[in-house]
């Protein structure tokens, strides 16, 4: 499974290009394939890797990096989260994997449209394959019911003005059946529907799905965040949030265009708080 070990996801991570110490720079040789528009063309497949975030990054730095790109790897040993938390993940069972997007034309005050837009997309999927209550925990971890499936850590690149690339980090809980003690609340797909799911599989069938979220973001912008907040786990309901040492009873009323968390103490940034749940 890919799971935070904390309470939230970071929305975005703006990063200057720097070649991370990855052993795995570049794929074998035969499973390099010429870059084109198809899935399969823009598919690196990897056996292990220390972070395919790590890894789509440096495809940036060294100019082999197009809009489409994903890394997908079988067993991912240093995945990163917010704030030096780690991801844990059983090797061959999930989905761990990164795509590349060029935003452009957006604009960096939409990075936590981008998020909601991306968020929206898995969901998309996870509604096909699956009934139940799908939602989306502030501020972009996936929920079947109270249970997390999955997480995103989404990086950007920033040059000057210019925001040149987001990559997307996917971490989907697929065929893992037993989780560490410290992770009382993950769940996967098979879990839920007795199903065994191939991680290429579901990546060549959720790529699209998350494109076309994009796409629909650039065509109209304000359409996002009305939808995000609708999916919003613990909408209008009380809930334990905490601040540093204090610990508060409030009600979740939406999200911003920002990312804050609109709750009728007031509003909070991603980080700010920290939730009083499992995971």
Request: glycine share 8%; net charge neutral; charged share 20%.
């Amino acid at each position: 499974m890919i799971n935070l070990k904390g309470v939230d996801s970071t929305i975005h991570r703006n990063t200057k290009f720097a070649i991370p110490k990855n052993s795995n720079l570049l794929p074998d040789p035969g499973k390099e394939k010429p870059l084109s528009s198809t899935f399969d063309n823009q598919l690196i497949e990897l056996e292990s890797v220390d972070s395919t975030n790590n890894y789509a990054m440096a495809r940036i730095h060294a100019g082999m990096a197009t809009d489409g790109l994903v890394c997908l790897t079988r067993e991912q040993w240093a995945g990163r989260g917010q704030r030096g938390k780690s991801w844990f993940s059983e090797p061959g069972q999930n989905l761990t994997m990164s795509l590349v997007i060029k935003p452009s034309p957006l604009k960096l005050t939409q990075q936590f449209l981008f998020s909601a837009a991306v968020s929206l997309g898995i969901l998309d999927l996870l509604k096909e394959i699956s009934a139940g209550i799908w939602t989306v925990k502030w501020p972009n971890d996936i929920y079947w019911n109270d249970r997390k499936a999955a997480g995103i850590l989404i990086e950007s690149v920033i040059q000057g003005i210019n925001w040149s690339f987001a990559v997307i980090g996917i971490g989907m809980n697929l065929n893992q059946e037993q989780f560490p003690d410290d992770l009382p609340n993950a769940i996967s797909l098979k879990q839920i529907t007795g199903e065994d799911y191939k991680p290429v599989e579901i990546a060549r069938r959720l790529v699209p799905c998350i494109q076309k979220r994009i796409h629909a973001l650039r065509e109209n912008p304000e359409q996002a965040l009305p939808e995000y907040n609708r999916f919003l786990y613990k909408k209008d309901q009380l809930l334990a949030i905490t601040k540093g040492n204090e610990k508060m009873i409030t009600c979740i009323t939406g999200v911003d265009a920002m990312g804050y968390l609109i709750t009728d103490l007031g509003s909070f940034a991603p980080g700010e708080v920290q939730w009083v749940v499992d995971g």
